[in-house]
């Protein structure tokens, strides 16, 4: 059975399990491959703390170990005019995957979203990441896409 729990970024246990988690799916090829860079693992949670549309869930196994983190950032649909929340990170321990803990994960993730006003769940995921995008699908998201002669949206980047 898994307790799934908000993230105090105050609590130490908590901060812990958290840059646990993190630094578990940074190193994953998934995550880029490499360990949370010790600098971000010192500001992380103060800087989370700070922005209020910012919040975390923990996974936590029956011996009290945390197993799935999912990081969240509320931003906001100017057509539905309506908060929307962006899981920007999902990780889900080895060992663990394929046991509906992604699934656990999301369900709350939605509880809390709703709870919060927002109108709607997004997600970036890797193209190769099939057993993510499995999941994903499993629980109802889908690419997004206004008009299908249109195509799919894509999710781009340009560094500052």
Known sequence: ??????VDYQNPSHVAA????????????MGGGD??????????????????????LLAWNDAGEPVGLVNCVEG???????????????AVRAGYRGQGVAQQLLAAVAEK???????????EVL??????????????????????SMGKAEFWQAYL
Request: with cysteine; aromatic share 10%; glycine share 4%.
């Open 1 to 6: 059975m898994l307790r799934i729990e908000a």
């Open 18 to 29: 958290l840059l646990s988690m993190l630094d578990h799916y940074a190193q994953d090829p």
């Open 35 to 56: 360990p949370l860079p010790e600098a971000t693992r010192e500001k992380l949670a103060a800087e989370m703390a700070k922005r209020p549309h910012v919040w975390s």
């Open 76 to 90: 906001f649909s100017t057509f539905a005019a309506s908060s929307v929340c962006n899981i920007h990170d999902i």
């Open 113 to 123: 979203a709703k709870a919060r006003g927002c109108c709607k769940l997004t997600l």
């Open 127 to 148: 193209d190769g990441n099939e057993p993510a995008k499995l999941a994903y699908q499993k629980f109802g998201f889908k690419p997004y896409e206004l008009d299908a």
